[in-house]
């Protein structure tokens, strides 16, 4: 299982495996997963069944892979946070000795294996500059070795494979017969492709050839985000606020007891879509939790700890927004990455 051309998504699941039990069901018991949280039900249903089950290695073996992959993120996050601040300016590309030096240190203080075995996990699910190390660590380190997943065995009408009786087989193979007796002999399989009109020139710069006579690698594009209809209606995807990110007013889900007048904070945020009155954004926060992801951008563009990127979208007025100064733009790979 720790060859190294196991899926991302295998790893995710073995480390699972490997962790302890109890300190998965205890991160699992944190969690508010009822029916009116935030949490998209692929993730929240299974992460509820395993709050009531308690059964740990079937999650692992056979839950969707965004659920195990939120909760390899739950139990990443903290640690996370440590192994960046003991790796210090090397966090965003660490050298494989860097890594394994500032995970021993950490580990002779007080980091658990069970803490190692999440992060290195979840920076290969996460496809860090640091993954391939994260790799080799689980091969070359016996104590991160990674469990074979279990064989997973199915049964029932819905999955198992129907007996067709000798007559419907018969059926059906005279069908075929009849319909390629039909055919006319000598009918093309398919259309005649269009010819190619001549003294046409691609336009892209991808389809150039270069000065070897090769042509040069297409650059990569910027997926497009999907949304609703309402949001297509009042928002402009290629708005050239697009991929910035913010600082924005993100209103609080509920009022807070202790300042009840506080309505909002000022939050970093990724501008995903913007109109002249308002701006689409995912909200940026300090804090972990199942809706939300490592952004890995988040020394670059100068935050000044780790930050978790909500997969939510909100609405804010223009005017809620700092557009003097914007924290920066994320590239087109770190904006693939997260739609």
């Not at 993730?43 to 969707?64: H, M, N």
């Not at 803490?115 to 070359?140: K, M, N, Q, T």
């Not at 563009?301 to 924290?327: E, M, N, W, Y």
Request: glycine share 2%.
């Amino acid at each position: 299982m720790t060859d190294s051309s196991s899926s991302a998504n295998t790893v995710a699941r073995a480390a699972i495996l490997k962790i302890d039990p109890r300190t998965t069901l205890s991160a699992v018991d944190t969690l508010d997963l009822r029916a009116h949280s935030k949490v998209s039900a692929v993730i929240g249903v299974p992460l509820r069944q395993l709050q009531q089950k308690r059964d740990v290695a079937s999650f692992a073996s056979a839950a969707p892979v965004a659920a195990v992959k939120a909760l390899l993120e739950l139990l990443a996050a903290a640690p996370l946070e440590r192994v960046i601040e003991q790796l210090g300016e090397h966090a965003e590309s660490p050298s494989y000795e860097e890594l394994a030096t500032a995970i021993d240190e950490l580990l002779a203080k007080d980091l658990t294996i069970d803490d190692a075995v999440a992060v290195l996990a979840y920076a290969v699910g996460e496809s860090f500059p640091a993954a391939p190390h994260c790799r080799r660590l689980f091969e070359e380190r016996k104590e991160f070795a990674l469990p074979a997943l279990p064989e997973i065995t199915t049964s029932g009408a819905l999955v198992s494979a129907r007996e067709v009786s000798p007559e419907i087989r018969e059926q059906r193979r005279a069908r075929r017969e009849e319909q390629r007796r039909r055919k006319k002999p000598g009918a093309p399989t398919r259309p005649p492709r269009p010819s190619k009109q001549k003294g046409v020139t691609p336009s892209h710069p991808s389809a150039q050839s270069t000065t070897t006579g090769e042509l040069a690698p297409a650059p990569e594009p910027r997926r497009r985000a999907l949304f609703t209809p309402l949001e297509t209606s009042r928002f402009d995807a290629d708005h050239p606020l697009a991929g910035t990110i913010l600082l924005v007013d993100v209103p609080f889900d509920a009022q807070d007891p202790t300042q009840p007048d506080v309505k909002s904070k000022e939050r970093p945020a990724l501008v995903v879509a913007a109109s002249s009155e308002a701006l689409l954004v995912r909200p940026i926060y300090s804090n972990q939790s199942p809706s939300r992801r490592v952004f890995t951008a988040w020394r670059r563009v100068g935050l000044d700890h780790v930050s978790f990127i909500d997969d939510a979208r909100i609405a804010v007025p223009v005017t809620s927004a700092d557009l003097r100064q914007p924290l920066g733009q994320l590239t087109t790979a770190e904006w693939n990455s997260l739609f």
